[in-house]
């Protein structure tokens, strides 16, 4: 069965960060990260429902615009989740523009701050002028978004200042039988989707739910029924997005512990291993370390990105030591 998630960075490993995953089987997205964005169309970022801000130095943040540029047409809400300070950065962006004729703009968003153990939600609306609306203060534990299909997990590191570092985790994969499908002379199609979407929601079991067969008849079952003919539960897909933080020993215990098995591992690589002292002075990975990480995570494969520019004459150096240091452990699977 195909992945839920179809992942891919926004820009080339020079480049700004940011991480787009589209949800195969839903019209909606996440972004991880809002550096530059204009490689994104007008119709992808209106897809975006959440999006997780690592920090707010300037190549991690300075898409804000571009993003609601393109989103005040947006009906459905969106959450976007940042470290210590964030409410007030996107206060400040929005404060930076006048809005006396946004009233009739249905977007809305609101921004949860996370702070250690607590957690901080402010709404802002086009339909009031972006003035924040405070709803929500209190203590925090657990997933940043925890819906039936998936949930968002975060760790704070230490960047000098917090930063974030996230995993995207399906809860699970519910796949359907295509011989039992056949077999029992149904069609594919989106009473497929509302099936998975009923179990993922616990609806109860005895909760009738119409199939169709290929000559375009119904034919009803209750959701046991069909769990039993058609469903094969499996293991989710997981993904997990670090950038900028020091190579501490802090810092690898909570990044180990976020990114334990993950599918995909998009982990920056700034520095060659040869300038580590740099690194280490402005908190950042180098790619050796990147590939520790990956190793000690087991993760299934490494994507090193967000690469020094002070490398762009040997483009393939960062990239060449973040796999062969992965590769170092016997199960290790490259990219």
Not at 113 to 118: A, D, F, L, P, V
Not at 235 to 248: M, N, T, W
Not at 262 to 272: G, I, K, N, R, V
Request: charged share 25%.
């Amino acid at each position: 069965m195909a992945d839920a998630f179809e992942p891919r960075l926004v820009n080339g490993p020079f480049d700004d960060p940011g991480l787009y995953v589209s949800f195969r089987y839903e019209r909606r997205a996440l972004l991880f990260d809002l550096g530059n964005i204009a490689a994104l169309s007008a119709r992808e970022v209106l897809k975006v429902s959440h999006i997780f801000v690592s920090h707010t130095h300037i190549d991690h943040f300075n898409g804000f615009d571009h993003w609601l540029r393109c989103a005040l047409n947006r009906e459905d809400p969106v959450n976007l989740f940042g470290p210590s300070g964030i409410i007030a950065n996107v206060q400040g962006k929005l404060a930076g523009y006048t809005w006396n004729l946004i009233r009739d703009y249905p977007v809305v968003l609101t921004v949860h701050e996370i702070r250690g153990t607590e957690r901080k939600s402010v709404r802002f609306a086009a339909a009031q002028s972006f003035e924040p609306e405070m709803i929500g203060h209190g203590p925090f534990s657990g997933p940043l978004v925890d819906e039936p299909a998936f949930t968002v997990h975060a760790a704070i590191l230490d960047h000098r200042i917090p930063c974030l570092a996230f995993s995207l985790e399906e809860k699970s994969r519910l796949n359907i039988r295509p011989d039992a499908l056949d077999g029992m002379g149904l069609e594919s199609g989106p009473w497929l989707d509302a099936l998975k979407k009923a179990l993922r929601e616990g609806m109860p079991a005895a909760t009738l739910l119409e199939g169709r067969t290929g000559d375009g008849k119904r034919k009803a079952l209750t959701l046991q029924e069909w769990r039993d003919a058609l469903v094969v539960e499996t293991r989710g897909q997981k993904i997990a997005y670090v950038v900028d933080a020091l190579f501490s020993p802090d810092n690898i215990e909570k990044l180990v512990k976020l990114a334990r098995n993950a599918d995909l591992f998009y982990c920056e690589a700034s520095f060659a291993a040869a300038d580590e002292a740099r690194a280490r002075e402005t908190h950042h990975l180098t790619a050796e370390q990147s590939g520790k990480l990956a190793r000690m995570a087991e993760v299934k494969r490494l994507v090193p990105f967000h690469f020094s520019a002070r490398y762009q004459a040997e483009p393939n150096r960062l990239l060449q030591e973040a796999l062969e240091a992965f590769a170092s452990g016997a199960s290790a699977r490259v990219r």
